[in-house]
């Protein structure tokens, strides 16, 4: 391998690399603070995507408007999956979570299908990035397509607010506070239930945002989050599960590891994310950056 060659995989790893931080990060925001695994992370991501592309279809919304709207609607949708459903298994089993999110995955998918079918007239459906980041740019060893750095660089600066909003300022410590110790949280005047719903609204933002990203380069279709979705609990569990630096770092490293692995030996491309987290369950179970659940 030449150094170029070398150099160019590891700017395709840092493309999906940037997927998969936005999404761990979805994930860990929402388990760290509810400790809920929400398997309808990948039906959301694929449901920012679509919305991107029926915003452009229906209204006539570019990229740059479709980047903001899409991913308030995710987070609306999340607000009342959260109220209207995840609320009310609190307290129980985490395997009833896990059921409702798997099954709202299936009836999101089946439902978008349906729709881009009867409205659309497509199974799938290619997605336009705006004219300013067509084009490519020289990074000395190589030409690179600038919509991807732009990817890079946003999944980045987002990955890196949030992680400020949470661990530095007061609206992390009442986050943190209301799901840690909601009782003496509710004592000073704070409406718990609010807080909760804002996080899960967040994360799963933060999952529509990387679908409207993802749509210029891999299309819009119903399934493009299942495949997608576990690699990414992969990513969750080697960083750390709730862990947000963990989630961040671990998902570009992955992509990173992924895309060199793959151009050495392509065979190992689709296990090597696993094989990464089975070592590193067997010598750290809490994870790269995670706590031992006595210690959070």
């Not at 009310?88 to 089946?110: A, C, I, K, V, W």
Request: aromatic share 12%.
């Amino acid at each position: 391998m030449t150094l170029q060659y070398f150099l160019i995989q590891v700017f395709n790893g840092l493309v999906n690399g940037a997927f998969y931080a936005l999404l761990s990060l979805g994930l860990a925001v929402i388990f760290g603070m509810l400790r809920i695994v929400n398997f309808a992370h990948g039906a959301l991501y694929m449901l920012g995507a679509f919305a991107a592309f029926a915003l452009g279809q229906l209204f006539g919304l570019g990229f740059w408007p479709s980047l903001i709207i899409a991913p308030i609607i995710v987070a609306l949708v999340g607000m009342v999956i959260e109220r209207g459903l995840l609320s009310r298994l609190y307290g129980l089993e985490p395997s009833y979570n896990l059921l409702l999110t798997f099954g709202l995955t299936l009836l999101t998918q089946d439902l978008v299908k349906q729709v881009m079918l009867s409205r659309f007239a497509v199974s799938s459906a290619p997605y336009t990035p705006p004219a300013e980041l067509s084009g490519v740019v020289n990074l000395g060893f190589t030409m690179f397509p600038k919509y991807r750095l732009f990817v890079i660089g946003l999944a980045l600066l987002v990955c890196l607010i949030t992680w400020f909003v949470i661990e530095k300022t007061r609206v992390g410590a009442i986050i943190r506070a209301s799901t840690e110790n909601p009782t003496v949280t509710r004592a000073f005047g704070i409406d718990v239930s609010k807080w909760v719903t804002g996080v899960f609204a967040v994360g799963v933002g933060l999952a529509g945002l990387a679908g409207v990203l993802a749509a210029p380069i891999y299309s819009v279709e119903p399934y493009m989050g299942a495949e997608l979705i576990i690699t990414t609990f992969a990513v969750v569990v080697i960083g750390g599960m709730g862990s947000i630096l963990g989630s961040v770092v671990t998902g570009f490293a992955v992509g990173v590891l992924a895309a060199i692995g793959s151009a050495l030996y392509p065979p190992i491309a689709n296990t090597l994310v696993f094989i990464l987290m089975a070592v590193v369950l067997l010598i750290r179970p809490s994870g790269l950056f995670g706590l031992p659940e006595g210690a959070r």
